[in-house]
Nanobody, 116 residues
Framework: QVQLVESGGGLVQPGGSQRLSCAVSGSILRIYVMGWYRQAPGNQRELVATITSGGSTNYADSVKGRFIISRDNAKNTVYLQMNSLKLEDTAVYYC??????????WGQGTQVTVSS
């Protein structure tokens, strides 16, 4: 089992920055990909960014150049640095850990609200 705990959400003004953290515990050696997803009201959950165990990253087109995903293996933590935030970035952000189709874990989510 893997446990994921997100933190860092809140209210931020347009153009501002926010950093999300995801603390990972449990059977972490099997994890292949860590990722951030988000879900806005009335929308499906969508990919924001992923990072593999080898450090390769992938971003949704909507956040490329603004968001940065990173991981600190010593702290078992994954981060999402969000810059130049827009109103449309408002959503619940979820941390994900993927090891296999039967070992796909989610955090409880953290709300990010971009508003003036």
């Amino acid at each position: 089992q893997v446990q994921l705990v997100e933190s860092g959400g809140g209210l931020v003004q347009p153009g501002g920055s926010q950093r999300l953290s995801c603390a990972v515990s449990g059977s972490i050696l099997r994890i292949y990909v860590m990722g951030w997803y988000r879900q806005a009201p009335g929308n499906q959950r969508e990919l924001v960014a992923t990072i593999t165990s080898g450090g390769s990253t992938n971003y949704a087109d909507s956040v490329k150049g603004r968001f940065i995903i990173s991981r600190d293996n010593a702290k078992n933590t994954v981060y999402l640095q969000m810059n130049s935030l827009k109103l449309e970035d408002t959503a619940v952000y979820y941390c994900n850990a993927y090891a296999s189709r039967s070992a796909n874990y989610w955090g409880q989510g953290t709300q990010v609200t971009v508003s003036s």
